[in-house]
């Protein structure tokens, strides 16, 4: 049974589970998707488009799928996919796709505190906390298990890889390869995210082999794709040191701190 508050206007098109509740003066449009057991708190708007997963919270006066700000934007058909058990709070806002992609993703458990950017066509993995005032641009790849601290601003189009984690306030122009902290006014490598890490399991050995491999990356007698051959005929075997090389392939923007 879904509860909803009598102040909300819910579209009659919409397709809500079971166990939804609804908080006083919320809007939910036609073109939307609730799945079971989500909790939608007052004053949200939830857009066309929203394609919402279990168990989600949204705290008051967040906007959910909203139109993208972009300027090439001609109201095309797009989408936000919002994985399962992710909590938003207070007036975030989180923006559909544009043709570019035609879909905008944030994971599964993830945390977007209050006043968090999610813009179109961006991609948010799981497990990943963006705590508050963290803005984001367009076209941004965030990955898994990433921490972005309070009033982080990434540029468009970066790329941040899993595991990474972000100082407070610093801006990120640059992409930032996975399993380290990143600190600093300019940003700056400052070494492997041991802590975060040791949290997730990752064994002692694959800790030392990843920091090994970016002594070569962040060794400044070499550039990037000299790095790269070291790092791959030394421990191109390794799986974690795999994502890494497969990360720096596809970078596109240079690398923090190099």
């Known amino acids: 049974m879904n509860t909803i508050h009598p102040t909300a206007i819910v579209s009659s098109k919409a397709n809500l589970g079971n166990n939804i509740k609804v908080g006083a003066f919320s ?119 990433v921490i972005l601290g309070g009033l982080v601003g990434v540029h468009q189009f970066v790329q941040i890889g899993d595991h990474a984690m972000v100082a407070s306030s610093v801006r990120i122009s640059q992409d930032v390869p996975p399993y380290i902290l990143v600190s600093s006014e300019p940003a700056k490598y400052s070494g492997l995210n041991v802590i975060g890490l040791r949290r997730r399991g990752f064994a002692k050995e694959d800790i030392e082999t990843l920091k090994e491999a970016y002594k070569y990356l962040y060794d400044k007698s070499m550039n990037v794709s000299q790095a790269r051959e070291k790092i791959e005929n030394e421990f191109g075997e390794h799986k974690y040191v795999v994502n890494l090389l497969q990360f720096l392939e596809k970078s596109k923007r240079g690398i923090v701190g190099k």
Request: one cysteine or more; glycine letters at 10%.
């Open 27 to 145: 809007i939910i449009e036609d073109d939307v998707e609730i799945s079971d057991d989500c909790e939608i708190g007052p004053h949200v708007v939830i857009y066309d488009g929203a394609r919402i997963g279990k168990r989600i919270k949204i705290k008051q006066g967040a906007s959910i799928s909203n139109k993208p700000q972009d300027l090439k934007f001609e109201d095309e058909e797009s989408i936000l996919i919002v994985d399962d058990d992710t909590d938003i709070r207070e007036y975030a806002t989180l923006h559909r796709g544009t043709k570019e992609t035609g879909r905008t993703k944030v994971g599964k458990h993830c945390l977007l505190m209050a006043y968090t950017h999610i813009p179109h066509d961006a991609v948010v993995g799981d497990h990943t906390i963006l705590a508050n005032a963290v803005q984001i641009g367009g076209h941004t790849h965030i990955g898994d298990w």
